[in-house]
């Protein structure tokens, strides 16, 4: 065993004359193996009950899917569309995104900005059995398959999460609030299922905080594999409601903290984070983690008219915008982008949280805003462009996404950024750091 405070693993590093504890969460990951993290413990079953809330709690295991090319859904949420319109003597052409719809043959409304302004075409995709419908306002369109179907992956080439033991959950929680969650009420206030509050909870550790203990894994381990190999994607996490001693908007565990202090812990050269919150609601959970941390900055866009409102943890935040109801693609884009450009200006970190939730698409009901499904595929590129341009690596969690088709969304953005070079194994790695981790061994039952 080594001495306290000398290197025991290279790239690894004890601090303040202590050892971390052993840990399951960092292990090395072969090459062939993209640093895309996921578990089918993820997804959330039982007796129905997980329908009481808003929340997908299977959307993880629909984004796989969708990326493996294994689904019979035939609708992509976003889809290009060539159109052609006569106008007299003059005649328009050119490119747009439509979507999204539910069944072929229905109004598919265009976003905006685009060519086509408000208007709607009615149309349906090649694979669909019923003919093509008659276009409306004369409009002639080809519909090119959605990005998600194309097939990206497959289960060999990623990385299984591993549940995020007792110990690993204390260097953030405290033992008191872990205790708590042994108390179903408390579960049921957390997740906001109130009938989670009758079932015992030997049955609400398996089937609820269970997965969710395994999602806060996967973050662990995607931050590892983002400084690794550049970047990484947890399909899952993303619970920034929760801080190291209470939980809320079904965040049970605090797992950006959790991955942001593994590496401050573990891996040499990192000591400065940055968290880009792009969830529709206020990251109160991290942000009252790190309140007064000035090696942690935190860039929050969100709805200022919604959950939780929590006025402490606003003091945390770096650069705060706050958005009103209904904000749409072009302000919101803006934004983003100048925002994002000035906090890696104002602080370089040596790594970057990007909390990618979906609940800005129009219709999310508990989001309040109206982003389009293209909005969140060009939110995600430009985060991604603008941070590795900087040679930072950032590690993706999805957050959250209240509407069946967010799924859909967030494969057709992995599939985007992949396709422009910004993820994928010949995505170039900001890092010099190598491993001699042992090897992954397999997930337990």
């Known amino acids: 065993m080594p001495a306290p405070g000398t290197l025991s693993e290279p790239g690894c590093r004890w601090v303040q004359g202590t050892q971390p504890h052993a840990t399951q969460l960092y292990q090395h990951v072969p090459e062939t193996r993209w640093p895309i993290v996921y578990s089918p413990r993820y997804n959330i079953t039982f007796m129905g009950l997980e329908k009481l809330h808003p929340f997908d709690a299977g959307k993880w295991g629909k984004v796989i899917s969708f990326l493996k090319g294994d689904t019979d859904f035939p609708s992509p949420v976003v889809t290009r569309v060539s159109f052609q319109r006569k106008a007299g003597s003059r005649a328009m052409q050119g490119d747009t995104t439509v979507g999204p719809w539910d069944e072929p043959g229905q109004p598919l409304p265009v976003s905006s900005p685009s060519p086509l302004g408000n208007q709607s075409i009615t149309g349906c995709f090649e694979q669909c059995p019923a003919p093509l419908p008659a276009l409306s306002l004369s ?118 903290t959790l991955a942001i202090k593994f590496l401050f812990d573990r891996v040499e050269g990192i000591a400065r984070a940055t968290i880009i919150d792009l969830d529709a609601h206020q990251g109160n959970g991290h942000e009252r983690d790190f309140m007064g941390d000035k ?70 009901r508990l989001g309040g805003l109206s982003i389009s499904p293209g909005g969140i595929l060009k939110r995600d590129e430009l985060v991604f462009r603008v941070v590795r341009a900087h040679q930072i690596p950032i590690l993706m969690v999805t957050s959250g996404g209240y509407q069946k088709r967010t799924a859909r969304i967030i494969a057709d953005s992995i599939l985007n950024l992949h396709d422009l070079g910004l993820i994928g194994p010949d995505s170039p790695s900001v890092s010099a750091q190598s491993s001699d981790l042992p090897p992954l061994p397999p997930a337990g039952p």
């Open 295 to 364: 090696r942690v900055y935190i860039m929050d866009v969100y709805n200022r008219h919604i959950y939780p409102g929590d006025l402490f943890a606003k003091q945390a935040i770096r650069r705060k915008v706050e958005l009103e109801w209904g904000t749409e693609d072009d302000e919101y884009l803006s934004k983003v982008e100048r925002n994002v450009e000035r906090a890696l200006r104002e602080h370089l970190p040596d790594v970057v949280v990007y909390n990618a939730g979906t609940d800005v698409l129009e219709g999310d």
């Open 139 to 256: 409009f002639f369109c080809r519909m090119k398959p959605g990005l998600s179907e194309e097939k990206l992956l497959s289960d060999a080439m990623l990385v299984e999460a591993r549940e995020a033991s007792e110990e690993d959950l204390l260097v953030v929680h405290t033992r008191r609030y872990l205790n708590e969650l042994k108390w179903s009420f408390a579960v049921a206030t957390i997740t906001e299922i109130p009938p989670v509050i009758f079932l015992p909870n030997f049955l609400v550790q398996r089937k609820v905080l269970r997965p969710l203990r395994t999602q806060t894994g996967g973050t662990i381990m995607a931050g590892k594999l983002a400084v690794d190999r550049g970047w990484a994607i947890n399909v899952g996490g993303g619970f920034h409601h929760c801080s190291s001693d209470r939980g809320g908007g079904f965040c049970a565990y605090a797992d950006i």
